[in-house]
């Protein structure tokens, strides 16, 4: 009975250990690899035109859902690998041949699939691995087969293989551009180990390419990056002049960050991935663990010599970009904190204005009360003069005019000390 439960990604991430493992390959045996970049969103294109493959060849289908595959007919293996924005089809015929990068393992695919293959071709290898019988001088096999170049190469694997190229594109029938070329020799790795070594020369040139799409994006972002640079001085320098008004130098730094924000957004994600692929570049070069052939260049030197400068200057831009953005909000920040002090000053005098002016309407209101007990006292004893005249009517023995005048003072006091209570009673 099952009593214990499992987290539903556990068994996902327990075969991530085992993802794309090398296939072993004895010698001698001829490979093609072709890595094609795609839009990382899609890629059922890509999933489509591998079931396709494995239809037109006879393979079994794999389950569509998984991220590598493996399939063999005859001599001829096929491996099949799905990454983030790439995808890179190997493939692995058995056997010796005279010319190998004549009658390549592609001989063996249909060619309308080849020619409807979705994705852009990044790279495209042809590599031969030849037992240690037939191993020969570098100048031999420069000759042979790589047109007299001068080739990059080193013993791989603590000595038991060795591998060449010269990382530059030969004629091929199936790409105009031409496939690189690599040599392996099998002095004593075996088949597990020429898999792997053979894997990660592969991942070296297709991780070097993949970081290097960063450098054209770096290069035409440099005037940019200077252009906005000048802007951004120049609009510094009359905030410190004040030759313009703060709204307008406010508008122009909020343009130029628009347009910083707009270059980051445009690279920032080329930038990292090239930084990733650049660290698996020197990864896969320490696990090939090289050493050197006399009179060769090897591959670790080769890439810090050709691939170091190009992730300089992705890393020089995209300081840049970072530098740039951090000015643009310093001098925002400066623009915003002037107008605001700006704004503070008038408000200070806008409030002492209304100060002023509630005084004055005080003083207004004081002579308007003083009135008011005028005209309210002279309303007030004119009743009281038609009330002592309609009790003398009456027959009463009154005076009516002493009594009016007697009158006017207590009917002052009177509505004074009313108006004081109900100013007193709304001020509270």
């Known amino acids: 009975m099952t009593t214990l439960y499992s987290h539903p990604m556990r068994r996902v991430l327990n075969d991530e250990a085992h993802a794309r493992p090398p296939i072993a390959i004895p010698s001698p045996a001829r490979l093609s690899t072709l890595t094609l970049f795609f839009d990382g969103d899609n890629d059922s294109a890509q999933r489509a035109a591998f079931t396709e493959l494995f239809q037109r060849l006879g393979i079994p289908l794999p389950d569509p859902r998984g991220a590598h595959h493996t399939g063999v007919v005859g001599d001829l293996t096929v491996r099949w690998a799905l990454h983030t924005e790439f ?32 994705g852009e071709l990044m790279v495209a290898i042809h590599a031969v691995l030849l037992p240690a019988s037939q191993e020969a001088p570098a100048s031999d096999i420069a000759q042979r087969w790589f047109g007299g170049h001068d080739l990059i190469g080193a013993e791989i694997g603590d000595g038991n293989g ?19 070329r690599y040599v392996v020799i099998d002095r004593n790795m075996g088949p597990s180990q020429c898999g792997r070594m053979l894997q990660r020369l592969f991942e070296v040139e297709t991780y070097r390419l993949l970081a290097l799409l960063a450098l054209p994006e770096a290069k035409r972002q440099t005037p940019e990056l200077g252009r906005l640079g000048t802007q951004l001085r120049s609009v510094t320098q009359r905030m410190a002049e004040q030759t313009e008004t703060d709204a307008r130098l406010l508008d122009e730094l909020s343009d130029l960050s628009a347009q910083g924000e707009q270059l980051i957004a445009e690279s920032q994600y080329r930038f990292a991935a090239a930084r990733a692929y650049y660290k698996l570049v020197e990864r896969r070069i320490t696990e090939l663990r090289e050493s050197r052939l006399p009179g060769l260049q090897p591959f670790r030197e080769f890439m ?51 100060d002023k002016r509630a005084a004055l309407q005080l003083r207004l209101q004081e002579t308007v009360e003083g009135l008011s007990v005028g005209v309210l006292t002279y309303y007030a004893v004119g009743l009281l003069g038609y009330l002592f005249k309609a009790g003398k009517a009456m027959g009463a023995p009154l005076n009516v005019e002493l009594l009016t005048g007697l009158s006017v003072p207590l009917v002052a006091l009177g509505v004074w000390w009313g108006m004081r209570r109900v100013k007193q009673t709304l001020h509270h």
């Open 87 to 118: 995808v890179r089809y190997t493939f692995i015929l058995s056997g010796d041949c005279v010319d190998p990068f004549e009658r390549t393992a592609l001989d063996r695919l249909p060619k309308s699939w080849l020619s409807e293959l979705p």
């Open 162 to 180: 060795v591998a060449y190229t010269d990382l530059r594109l030969h004629p091929d029938a199936r790409l105009a551009e031409g496939f690189s």
């Open 304 to 354: 810090e010599r050709r691939l170091v400068p190009a992730m300089e200057t992705c890393e020089t831009a995209a300081q840049r970009q970072e530098r740039l953005m951090a000015r643009l909000q310093r001098s925002t920040a400066l623009l915003r904190t002037r107008v605001e002090v700006m704004h503070e000053a008038q408000n200070r005098a806008l409030l002492a204005s209304m």
